[in-house]
């Protein structure tokens, strides 16, 4: 029973590990999220690139391969009027252990 325990736990941390997704994943995904947003709203990458100040090229990279920087990627977010969703990230942050609580408290 105790080995079950145990090897059932082990498979449990490999399905996990092999679940996270890379950082390149994540990039991706949030590109393909905003290119879906921005052709939604019937707005071209040109002018997407007008409104945020980001140029054409950046643009088109980031929704091609996901990468951008972060004060692109905020003023993309305040052209679509996404702000407010960039802004509440890592907001709801939950604890990961009692001290980390503790931490907090102090």
Not at 76 to 100: C, G, N
């Amino acid at each position: 029973m105790i080995k079950s325990f145990i090897w059932d736990e082990i498979l449990s941390m490999n399905d996990f590990i092999f679940l996270q997704k890379t950082p390149y994943e994540i990039d991706k995904s949030i590109a393909e999220r905003i290119r879906g947003i921005r052709k939604r709203r019937k707005i071209t990458q040109k002018t997407l690139s007008e409104r945020s100040g980001v140029s054409l090229g950046s643009i088109k990279r980031f929704e091609c391969s996901g990468e951008i920087s972060l004060i692109s990627l905020t003023k993309i977010a305040m052209a679509l009027d996404l702000e407010d969703q960039l802004e509440q990230l890592f907001a709801q942050a939950p604890f990961l252990s009692i001290e980390e609580i503790v931490n907090d408290k102090s």
